[in-house]
Nanobody
């Protein structure tokens, strides 16, 4: 089992910035894919950014150039630096961890961007 703990969500005005963090613990493997998904009210969960075992990062087009996904140096941690936030970035952001055929999710952290 793997446990994911997210932090860093909150309320911010449009144009502002936030940093999300996600730490993984438990049965960790060095080869893993970690990423961020978000779910806006009334919408399906969508992928926002994913970093693969080779540290290749893929971003959703809507956040490209504004958000940066990176790995931490101490343990299986990912950071999500979000800048120039927009109201349509509002949603619950979930951390995801995949290793082999196992797929784990964090509890989610709320990000609200006001006008």
């Amino acid at each position: 089992q793997v446990q994911l703990v997210e932090s860093g969500g909150g309320l911010v005005q449009a144009g502002g910035s936030l940093r999300l963090s996600c730490g993984a613990s438990g049965n960790i493997f060095s080869a893993n894919t970690m990423g961020w998904y978000r779910q806006a009210p009334g919408k399906q969960r969508e992928v926002v950014a994913v970093i693969d075992p080779d540290d290749k990062i893929t971003y959703a087009q809507s956040v490209r150039g504004r958000f940066i996904n990176s790995r931490g140096y101490a343990g299986p941690t990912v950071y999500f630096d979000m800048t120039d936030l927009r109201p349509d970035d509002t949603g619950i952001y979930f951390c995801n961890y995949i290793t082999g055929t196992n797929d784990y999710w964090g509890q989610g952290t709320q990000v609200t961007v006001s006008y």
